[in-house]
């Protein structure tokens, strides 16, 4: 039986490449946006997700049915099309939101590619899932669509209070996602602002 060869400095070039790639060379480039995460995820199907959520009893049965109900609105991309705030550092609540939002459970496959690299002081902070962060520039966020993506920027520098009414819209065509990303998405995105 064959077994397969790797080539282990091709494969380690081609993992850097793929997290650069993760992220454009104008953010990347941009001192002032902190790039605090990347990763590739695959996420369970969204009734597999709801299963997992009432099996962790960690949530209250309303919670979860208005997120179903949220989701029976947004349409197909809804749960694949998240975009989350987190204003605070804060152990149980950053695992509250994973296992909420699927970042983390039972059924959801993740692999890093670029280390953890925001602390207590570049909060707040933005979760893309199923988006890649191509751009920061006049008081826009541009993303494309890449549903097994997940990068996380530091919106300190770019809107500390998140007052300044930073939009998020799609890279090529310009569609507005987030009038402003402080207060809320189009319903086909799954948004959340968690404040402690």
Known sequence: ?????????????????????????????????????????????????VA?????????????????????????DFFTSQIIIQEQSSGSGTYDLRLFHGLSGPHTKFRNIKSWACDGGDYPIAY??????????DAQILVSREKDV????????????????ISVRMFQSGRILCADIGVG??????YDRYES
């Open 150 to 165: 997940v990068n996380v920027i530091s919106l300190r520098k770019l809107d500390a209070k998140l007052d300044k009414r």
């Open 52 to 76: 997992d959520l009432h099996r962790a009893k960690r949530f209250e049965p309303e919670r979860i049915e208005k997120l179903i109900a949220r989701k029976r609105n947004g349409g197909a």
């Open 128 to 137: 893309f899932i199923g988006f890649r962060v191509r751009e920061i520039q």
């Open 1 to 49: 039986m064959l077994a397969p060869v790797f080539n282990r400095p091709f494969c380690a070039v081609a993992i850097l490449g793929c997290a650069f790639s993760l992220f454009s060379t104008r953010v990347v480039a941009d001192e002032k946006i902190a790039i605090c995460h990347a990763g590739l995820i695959t996420l369970p199907s969204f009734e597999q997700h």
């Open 185 to 190: 998405c189009i319903d086909s995105i799954l």
